[in-house]
């Protein structure tokens, strides 16, 4: 109680200062289990930018020497080149062909050459001039190439509470003695160690025993706290079951050695009943980045305001298994494929009349989210995707399903499929301005159950109309934003300014309207301002004022504000 009491008081005078607007009379469309667990969410934040440690020699271009006797040569041929054909390589110096020259001038062809490698990846590769004869014309010229290749491979672990076993066999799978010495294949190891909790990773590669051989040392060390969390207070509930919320997220790390989470998230609002529990673990295996992570949560809830006097509440009961794994894991080329299996028990009450509905959900879920950066657009751009398919079954109870196969039912129950498609990018002109542009979409095969379907109102969906609005099982949803960040903020945290618009459309039924007539289709749009402070990890405030552009009032009993105010706070520890 003094917890929602605490919560309640912080956001109701925030909530009061956005005034509602008259609103045209209007039938409240009530929440349920579904719809309350399907509020639109931000897209993953892009990985940092920072590279892991790698320590290596870079090998010295062979210095030209001093003026000697002129060489024209007609053609140049290769050794040693077996990741580039020789054909290629040749058109790289098909400029200095039938062109006088001395032993400075091939010895910078030599030089452009493992410059080359250098360019894709292969650090350490040199090119270099033979012992050969130099015809004074019309002769080959010889450029003997040196590939540089794995030799020994050593993981040192500094500190407790890091498997020495585990950390070895996840090197040794992505580093093969014999193997090219590239930028991504150094890289990989240590990214995916250091995206492991409690582990910090370097590399360093120095000359082995032979030449053209390069042994890499890589030293793991525990990094971080054994337990950490957040706390963090919004106002991004739904209004009937609770607008203000309070939320304690608090994880155990590497509980094994072996980088695993374990963890709770707990959620209460300022609407009594109305409680969210999450309980996650997180377990790395196999040699190649693979995860595997079991889930389980629970909802209750129970519906004020306009809403009390029904009695409405429920529950919902969740649990499910994960598996990712790292396709490409690089420092600017990520993508992670994953399959997910996931039951959900949907139960929602009314005691005026007494109604009782029940749903079980079974659904399988396959695809892909990846992470790129690039430089179009005369800046830096970070962006990040996700497509995922899901096929799925509901199963209604008796009274449930007479509903649904009846007149004016939506034939929800059964075999299910959907797509979702996410796509954002963040456009950086300088390190103040950026743009940022971020799309949903969903595709259904059929009417979908309410905790399938795509919402588009809310704090990360369309600002200007509250949780809940715009329920769909298929439609679109965009965000675009510009942001200015302040220089040197004097309170040592990044200070940005923002504004905004949003614009969503959903089909409320995929296969058309239940009641010849109805609309099928909803438009929602907004425009706004907002600011943020601070940074994840360490504290993170967040507002925006945002008004509607579209003639569609809220159904979900939520007055009709202009401007809709969205605060939230969030602290690390």
């Given at each position: 109680?003094?917890?929602?009491?605490?919560?309640?008081?912080?956001?109701?005078?925030?909530?009061?200062g956005?005034?509602?607007?008259?609103?045209?009379?209007?039938?409240?469309?009530?929440?349920?289990?579904?719809?309350?667990?399907?509020?639109?969410s931000?897209?993953?934040?892009?990985?940092?930018?920072?590279?892991?440690?790698?320590?290596?020699?870079?090998?010295?271009?062979?210095?030209?020497?001093?003026?000697?006797?002129?060489?024209?040569?007609?053609?140049?041929?290769?050794?040693?080149?077996?990741?580039?054909?020789?054909?290629?390589?040749?058109?790289?110096?098909?400029?200095?062909?039938?062109?006088?020259?001395?032993?400075?001038?091939?010895?910078?062809?030599?030089?452009?050459?493992?410059?080359?490698?250098?360019?894709?990846?292969?650090?350490?590769?040199?090119?270099?001039?033979?012992?050969?004869?130099?015809?004074?014309?019309?002769?080959?010229?010889?450029?003997?190439?040196?590939?540089?290749?794995?030799?020994?491979?050593?993981?040192r672990?500094?500190?407790?509470?890091?498997?020495?076993?585990?950390?070895?066999?996840?090197?040794?799978?992505?580093?093969?003695?014999?193997?090219?010495?590239?930028?991504?294949?150094?890289?990989?190891?240590?990214l995916?160690?250091?995206?492991?909790?409690?582990?910090?990773?370097?590399?360093?590669?120095?000359?082995?025993?032979?030449?053209?051989?390069?042994?890499?040392l890589v030293?793991?060390?525990?990094?971080?706290?054994?337990?950490?969390?957040?706390?963090?207070?919004?106002?991004?509930?739904?209004?009937?079951?609770?607008?203000?919320?309070?939320?304690?997220?608090?994880?155990?790390?590497?509980?094994?050695?072996?980088?695993?989470?374990?963890?709770?998230?707990?959620?209460?609002?300022?609407?009594?009943?109305?409680?969210?529990?999450?309980?996650?673990?997180?377990?790395?295996?196999?040699?190649?980045?693979?995860?595997?992570?079991?889930?389980?949560?629970?909802?209750?809830?129970?519906?004020?305001?306009?809403?009390?006097?029904l009695?409405?509440?429920?529950r919902?009961?969740i649990?499910?298994?994960?598996?990712?794994?790292?396709?490409?894991?690089?420092?600017?080329?990520?993508?992670?494929?994953?399959?997910?299996?996931?039951?959900?028990?949907?139960?929602?009450?009314?005691?005026?009349?007494?109604?009782?509905?029940?749903?079980?959900?079974?659904?399988?879920?396959?695809?892909l989210?990846?992470?790129?950066?690039?430089?179009?657009?005369?800046?830096?751009?970070?962006?990040?995707?996700?497509?995922?398919?899901?096929?799925?079954?509901?199963?209604?109870?008796?009274?449930?399903?007479?509903?649904?196969?009846?007149?004016?039912?939506?034939?929800?129950?059964?075999?299910?499929?959907?797509?979702?498609?996410?796509?954002?990018?963040?456009?950086?002109?300088?390190?103040?301005?950026?743009?940022?542009?971020?799309?949903?979409?969903?595709?259904?095969?059929?009417?979908?159950?309410?905790?399938?379907?795509?919402?588009?109102?809310?704090?990360?969906?369309?600002?200007?109309?509250?949780?809940?609005?715009?329920?769909?099982?298929?439609?679109?949803?965009?965000?675009?934003?510009?942001?200015?960040?302040?220089?040197?903020?004097?309170?040592?945290?990044?200070l940005?300014?923002?504004?905004?618009?949003?614009?969503?459309?959903?089909?409320?039924?995929?296969?058309?309207?239940?009641?010849?007539?109805?609309?099928n289709?909803?438009?929602?749009?907004?425009?706004?301002?907002?600011?943020?402070?601070?940074?994840?990890?360490?504290?993170?405030?967040?507002?925006?004022?945002?008004?509607?552009?579209?003639?569609?009032?809220?159904?979900?009993?939520?007055?009709?504000?202009?401007?809709?105010?969205?605060l939230?706070?969030?602290?690390?520890?």
């Amino acid at each position: 109680m003094a917890l929602r009491l605490l919560v309640w008081g912080i956001f109701g005078a925030f909530a009061a200062g956005a005034a509602p607007v008259l609103a045209q009379a209007r039938v409240d469309v009530r929440p349920d289990a579904g719809t309350l667990l399907e509020s639109p969410s931000p897209l993953p934040l892009l990985p940092p930018r920072s590279s892991p440690p790698l320590e290596l020699r870079q090998p010295q271009a062979a210095v030209p020497a001093a003026g000697t006797v002129l060489t024209t040569p007609a053609a140049f041929s290769f050794t040693g080149n077996t990741v580039f054909s020789g054909e290629l390589l040749a058109a790289l110096l098909a400029s200095r062909l039938n062109q006088a020259t001395d032993l400075a001038g091939l010895t910078e062809a030599a030089n452009t050459i493992s410059a080359y490698y250098r360019q894709k990846g292969y650090l350490l590769t040199q090119a270099y001039l033979p012992q050969q004869v130099f015809p004074a014309q019309g002769g080959t010229i010889t450029i003997a190439v040196l590939e540089a290749r794995v030799g020994r491979v050593t993981v040192r672990v500094e500190g407790a509470g890091i498997s020495q076993a585990f950390a070895e066999d996840l090197v040794v799978g992505q580093l093969r003695p014999g193997d090219a010495v590239t930028e991504y294949a150094l890289d990989k190891p240590v990214l995916l160690l250091r995206d492991l909790a409690g582990y910090e990773a370097g590399a360093t590669v120095q000359p082995g025993e032979r030449p053209g051989q390069a042994d890499v040392l890589v030293t793991v060390q525990a990094k971080g706290p054994r337990f950490d969390g957040s706390v963090s207070v919004d106002n991004h509930g739904a209004r009937a079951a609770g607008a203000a919320r309070a939320v304690l997220n608090g994880n155990v790390n590497n509980l094994l050695g072996r980088g695993d989470v374990l963890a709770l998230s707990v959620q209460q609002s300022d609407q009594a009943g109305s409680e969210l529990y999450r309980l996650g673990y997180t377990l790395p295996v196999g040699a190649y980045g693979t995860r595997v992570a079991l889930s389980a949560a629970r909802l209750d809830y129970a519906l004020g305001k306009q809403f009390e006097a029904l009695g409405a509440s429920g529950r919902a009961d969740i649990v499910g298994l994960s598996v990712s794994h790292p396709l490409l894991r690089g420092r600017t080329t990520n993508l992670y494929g994953f399959v997910s299996a996931e039951q959900k028990t949907l139960v929602d009450e009314i005691r005026t009349p007494v109604l009782k509905s029940e749903r079980d959900i079974l659904a399988l879920r396959v695809g892909l989210a990846g992470n790129f950066t690039d430089s179009l657009a005369g800046g830096s751009g970070l962006n990040s995707y996700t497509a995922n398919a899901t096929f799925g079954r509901l199963t209604l109870n008796a009274a449930d399903q007479l509903l649904d196969d009846g007149l004016g039912g939506l034939r929800t129950a059964g075999g299910f499929s959907k797509l979702n498609l996410e796509y954002q990018r963040g456009q950086y002109l300088d390190s103040a301005v950026s743009f940022h542009f971020a799309a949903q979409a969903q595709l259904a095969s059929k009417n979908l159950s309410s905790a399938e379907k795509m919402v588009l109102g809310g704090p990360s969906g369309v600002r200007g109309y509250p949780v809940g609005e715009g329920v769909g099982d298929a439609g679109f949803l965009l965000n675009l934003e510009s942001r200015y960040q302040f220089p040197q903020a004097p309170w040592g945290e990044p200070l940005n300014l923002l504004a905004f618009y949003d614009f969503g459309r959903v089909h409320f039924n995929q296969n058309g309207a239940t009641v010849p007539g109805n609309a099928n289709t909803l438009s929602l749009g907004s425009f706004g301002v907002g600011a943020t402070l601070g940074r994840p990890g360490k504290f993170l405030v967040k507002t925006y004022l945002a008004w509607r552009t579209t003639p569609a009032q809220p159904s979900t009993g939520d007055p009709d504000r202009a401007p809709r105010a969205w605060l939230s706070a969030q602290t690390w520890f």
